[in-house]
């Protein structure tokens, strides 16, 4: 796991080195969750995309649907979060996605 303060920092990260999993929130600053995905989604579409936001109510959350994997809302209880994740990790088949 790498953790990222921002999503210009994921896209250099995935882009120099690829990614399984990408978990994303929504609002954050200079570019939002749902740009992050589909950048993600165009460059590397292998690569899993999940949403984890408190903003279930919001229209980013309702663009979100088309380009994540899995869409979370917080608060998010850890076991949730947890078995989300070995779930799709576990699932993950390259040639798939």
């Known amino acids: 796991?790498?953790?990222l303060t921002s999503a210009a920092e994921a896209l250099q990260e995935?882009?120099?080195?690829?990614?399984?999993l990408l978990m994303s929130d929504l609002r954050m600053p200079h570019m939002n969750g749902v740009e992050l995905l589909t950048q993600v989604k165009a460059e590397h579409p292998k690569t899993l995309r999940c949403v984890?936001?408190?903003y279930a109510e919001s229209d980013l959350f309702d663009?979100?649907?088309?380009?994540?994997?899995v869409?979370?809302?917080?608060?998010?209880?850890?076991?949730?979060?947890?078995d989300t994740?070995?779930?799709?990790?576990?699932?993950?088949q390259p040639g798939l996605y």
Request: net charge positive.
């Open 1 to 3: 796991m790498i953790f």
């Open 14 to 20: 995935i882009r120099s080195g690829g990614c399984a």
């Open 52 to 54: 984890l936001s408190g």
């Open 63 to 69: 663009r979100a649907w088309s380009i994540a994997h």
């Open 71 to 82: 869409m979370l809302t917080k608060p998010c209880e850890s076991s949730k979060l947890r």
């Open 85 to 92: 994740i070995i779930k799709l990790v576990g699932d993950y």
